[in-house]
């Protein structure tokens, strides 16, 4: 697309309000372009139509009518959860015109420089912790995107001054199209959202997005451990900085000695920086990390290797390493209940996330997970299921899905919890029956490897249930 500007007296639509549809029709109202905003939902599910309305934006709400999209429409930016088989969607691409998400249009606002984060897992620790690492170097950064704060809106903020650091989905980036970060980093990629992508081809395609219009001069941040973003490499025209758990590189950050299996380890083990001149810089020791498990290890390397790109200076990155406390719902430490800790892990949508989880944990786990059946056999549980799990909950769709892996596991103690209409209910009652199974010295966990939406508003909706329920006990 081109700058907002450029659509003075022309016709747009804004498929679905939220916050970032809202915020989108702002700017295009604000640039002189003549609005429509639609949302299937009905009018008193939108509360921000009025809003809308009295600036003097049209707002549709109740369906997509049949001639939303005509032919005196520019450009369409659909929410990034809207499907593209979506009807108005699929007429506008059918009719030629433009389809992106609000990350497209804030790129062309922004002024500050940006820095992309995506992948499968990690996302919004790796994003909150860059930020905070910028902010201990004196960067001016801007946290938004995905992880809250509508880009339109940051971007607007943003001066030259500022670096703006982005939590980016699938969703978002396959609807970009000049979309450029200086630093784009990609710090995993596993089987999720084929429901949305159809498969993994264009899922990884929407990832690799983030890259596309990279120059030479900007950074591509990388997991040196994961296959997918290695196959990657050719097509990356910027500079790479990988990271990696496993390997010391020549230059990239890495973990020294490198972690040599699946398993956490005893090892004391460094962050290392080797810069492109062939120096090391020492970042910290990994036990004075302050979030557990090897995964956050990893998310810390990729922070670093994008805080030392945007100029932060090495010697001044333990602190932000050693003090930050973490994300809610991702592995959030809840509290102690008869000698047991309770974690909270809601962000664990795909099964990848919760064997991450798992393998944080040396203490035995009762696991409590299910949710949204998308089609995976779940079998990437098993392994870690047999080594890491003495329990199992289950709720929602594929809760008997689960319960197989379990049973193949060898697992003993497999409870299911029947999905009552009450979903509140049905978690406290896994909650207590994890309670139940748990002993002094054991770790009782919400780790769904599921999304939220069969019983759910969202995967925060979960964990706040959850959290109650164990403070409720």
């Not at 080594?387 to 594929?398: I, Q, S």
């Not at 978690?427 to 029956?433: D, I, Q, R, W």
């Not at 490897?449 to 969202?458: I, V, Y």
């Amino acid at each position: 697309m081109n700058h907002p500007e450029t659509y003075r007296g022309q016709q747009v639509v804004v498929l679905g309000l939220a916050k970032s549809g809202v915020q989108v029709a702002k700017v295009l109202h604000r640039a002189g372009a003549i609005v429509t905003v639609n949302d299937k939902k009905e009018r008193e599910q939108c509360p921000e139509a009025s809003e809308l309305e009295a600036l003097g934006i049209s707002v549709v709400c109740g369906g997509h009518p049949d001639d939303l999209i005509h032919d005196q429409v520019k450009l369409v930016v659909k929410n990034p959860g809207i499907p593209y088989h979506a009807a108005p969607v699929q007429h506008a691409l059918e009719s030629g015109i433009e389809v992106v998400t609000e990350v497209e249009v804030a790129y062309h606002l922004c002024k500050a420089p940006m820095i992309g984060i995506t992948g499968s897992n990690g996302k919004t620790t790796t994003t909150t912790w860059v930020g905070n690492m910028l902010e201990q170097a004196g960067l001016k950064p801007i946290v938004a995107g995905n992880i809250g704060t509508p880009l339109c809106e940051a971007a607007e903020q943003a001066t030259p001054d500022h670096w703006m650091v982005v939590e980016l989905s699938s969703f978002q980036l396959k609807g970009t199209v000049e979309f450029r970060p200086r630093i784009a980093a990609l710090l995993n990629v596993a089987e999720t959202h084929l429901d949305y992508h159809g498969d993994m081809q264009d899922y990884v395609a929407s990832k690799a997005k983030l890259f596309a219009n990279q120059q030479a001069d900007d950074v591509a941040v990388l997991n040196w451990d994961d296959a997918v973003c290695r196959e990657l490499i050719p097509y990356i025209k910027s500079k790479l900085i990988p990271f990696s758990l496993t390997e010391r590189l020549e230059m990239g950050v890495y973990a020294d000695p490198p972690y040599v299996d699946d398993q956490e380890d005893d090892v004391k083990r460094q962050v290392v920086y080797a810069d492109d001149q062939g120096k090391q810089h020492v970042i910290i020791d990994i036990q004075n990390i302050s979030l557990p498990g090897r995964f956050n290890v990893g998310n810390a390397l990729a922070a670093v290797a994008m805080a030392v790109a945007a100029g932060a200076d090495p010697a001044r990155l333990a602190a932000p390493l050693a003090a930050f406390k973490g994300v809610e719902h991702r592995l959030e430490y809840v509290l102690e209940h008869n000698g047991s800790a309770y974690y909270n892990n809601s962000k664990a949508t795909n099964s990848k996330a919760t064997v991450m989880a798992l393998n944080s944990f040396k203490k035995p786990v009762v696991l409590i997970a299910g949710g949204l059946d998308r089609g995976s056999d779940m079998m990437e549980l098993l392994p870690v299921l047999e080594d890491r799990v003495k329990a199992v909950v289950l709720l929602g769709e594929n809760r008997t899905k689960i319960a197989k892996v379990a049973e193949l596991a060898g697992l003993k103690q497999i409870k299911i919890v029947d999905n009552e209409e009450d979903a509140a209910r049905t978690l406290t009652a896994a909650v207590h029956e994890a309670a139940r199974l748990a002993e002094p010295g054991d770790v009782v966990l919400l780790s769904p490897a599921c999304a939220s939406w069969d019983m759910f508003a969202s995967y925060e909706e979960r964990g706040r249930i959850f959290k109650q329920a164990a403070h409720n006990l």
